[in-house]
């Protein structure tokens, strides 16, 4: 199987956790892309029925909206039972890195309302420590020069993502070199560097469980 048949492979599984008659948080990424598209396909069918969804980012709203499935505002709902998302890492702890969309900050404002995320991603994000991605951090533009000397300064060497603009109008530094043994610390650590909006390690956020898609089927790792 190659890999979109991973992801698509891993986007069916997580029907599996879709809480009937509930809304939904809904990620971003091709592997979501696969997952939204196999979730229309189940509700045309009525096997699923959901009251809608919150998405987190332009990008899934568009692609919920064209198969019909109602997009809720974050501020129409008080909590979510489940969150499906992808990552670009993930390790045994279920610590991710997020971001390679561009989406991380409204993929943790998403993630931070449901109780149990669950993340789907083929067998080649899975790491033994993150940091190998370059680490995506969304920022607040005039602050792009200082956060690069800041991070330079811990060993990584971060560059301005060309021509993005995050939904939030923020911008985007990809950070490469770095070897992120405690994410958590870390997390705490670069969300309080002035200029920071969202660091894209998801330690506090981390995925309740994770479906990953190898050659031998849908692993699921807790
Ligand atoms: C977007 C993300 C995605 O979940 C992550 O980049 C994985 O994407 P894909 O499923 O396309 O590999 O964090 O901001």
Redesign the pocket.
């Known amino acids: 199987m190659n890999q979109d048949q991973l992801?698509q492979l891993v986007g069916r599984a997580a029907l599996d956790y879709v809480p009937a008659g509930q809304i939904l948080g809904v990620?971003?990424?091709?592997?979501?892309d696969c997952f939204i598209d196999a979730l229309a396909a189940e509700i045309a069918k009525g096997a699923i029925a959901i009251p809608g969804t919150v998405s987190s980012s332009e990008r899934s709203t568009q692609r919920l909206i064209k198969h019909g499935i109602k997009v809720l505002d974050a501020s129409e709902v008080t909590g979510l039972a489940v969150y499906i998302?992808?990552?670009?890492e993930i390790d045994g702890r279920g610590y991710m890195v997020?971001?390679?969309?561009?989406?991380?900050t409204r993929?943790k404002i998403v993630a931070d309302l449901a109780g149990k995320f669950v993340c789907i991603?083929d067998e080649s994000k899975l790491v033994q420590t993150l940091g190998a991605f370059p680490l995506p951090v969304e920022i607040i533009p005039m602050a792009a020069a200082q956060l690069t000397r800041r991070f330079a300064k811990i060993g990584g060497t971060a560059s301005l993502r060309a021509g993005v603009v995050t939904d939030n109008g923020g911008h985007i530094l990809d950070v490469r070199g770095l070897s992120i043994t405690d994410p958590l610390g870390f997390e705490a650590e670069v969300n309080q560097w002035p200029g920071v909006v969202t660091v894209g390690v998801f330690a506090r956020h981390k995925a309740s469980v994770c479906l990953l898609g190898g050659a031998g089927g849908v692993k699921t790792l807790t």
């Open positions: 992801k990620g971003t990424g091709s592997t979501v998302d992808g990552a670009d997020k971001g390679g969309g561009a989406a991380l993929e991603a």
